[in-house]
């Protein structure tokens, strides 16, 4: 069974440092990694996708693949209280189509 | 704006009657849409994918007679939640696969939809 790991958090960081994101998954021949975030009684939406190894930067957001590891983290820099959700890793199967969520991990950004 | 609608957001009924949930592709074609439900605190679980013009594909646990998935058309897919009961009460979510936009790498979630069962 596919799995993907996040800690649960939550991760406190205060306003103005860097937030960091962490996720594994058990699927080694994934291809496709996103990173959603969703905000309270909200639908995810679409923050960073990555599909390489290495690190892949959109503003204040940077994602970071390691295939060899199973390991894609999200960096968020400068973190602004309007940050504050709860971020999921999801990684797309071989087909394309379904995506495999993690738990996901509340961020808690504090002015 | 957002590609991918559901309807209704929030839905209340009572126990034992059955509620259905829209979930529309607004400017895409979406041979295949997937299901997924959300308790309070907890991540998206997947229930079904649902296949234009042939049966959805139930993931283990989710029973198929109460949770009937209908998709007629290549913008529409439905959830029916039969025989509602309190525990089904949860965020109903639907996402899409826009194969034409952004090489085809682009999945769009629905706004999701609230059920409350009283």
């Known amino acids: 069974q596919k799995e993907v790991e996040q800690n649960s958090g939550p991760l406190s960081v205060p306003e103005g440092a860097i937030a960091s994101l962490n996720c594994t998954y058990s699927?080694?021949?994934?291809?496709?990694f996103f990173w959603y975030r969703q905000y309270s009684g909200k639908s995810p939406e679409l923050i960073m996708s990555i599909y390489s190894n290495g690190d892949k930067e959109d503003g204040r957001f940077t994602a970071q693949l390691n295939k060899a590891s199973q390991y894609v983290s999200l960096l968020i820099r400068d973190s602004q209280p309007s940050d504050s959700a709860t971020y999921l890793c999801?990684?797309?199967?071989?087909?394309?189509?379904?995506?495999?969520f993690g738990g996901g991990t509340r961020l808690m950004v504090k002015p | 704006g957002a590609v991918v609608s559901q309807h209704p957001s929030w839905v209340i009924c009572k126990s034992g009657t059955s509620v259905k949930i829209e979930c529309r592709s607004l400017d895409f074609q979406a041979t295949t849409m997937f299901w997924y439900r959300q308790f309070p605190k907890q991540s998206l679980m997947l229930m079904a994918t649902?296949?234009?013009?042939?049966?959805?594909?139930?993931e283990q646990g989710v029973e198929k007679d109460k949770f009937l998935i209908n998709h007629a058309s290549l913008t529409l897919s439905t959830l029916t939640v039969t025989s509602a009961h309190p525990e089904d009460s949860s965020f109903y979510i639907c996402?899409?696969?826009?194969?034409?936009?952004?090489?085809?790498?682009?999945?769009?979630f629905g706004e999701g939809s609230w059920l409350t069962v009283v």
């Open positions: 996402s899409a696969r826009d194969l034409v936009r952004g090489a085809g790498n682009t999945i769009y």
């Open positions: 649902s296949n234009e013009g042939s049966k959805a594909t139930y």
């Open positions: 999801a990684v797309r199967d071989n087909a394309g189509n379904m995506l495999t």
């Open positions: 699927d080694r021949g994934s291809q496709s």
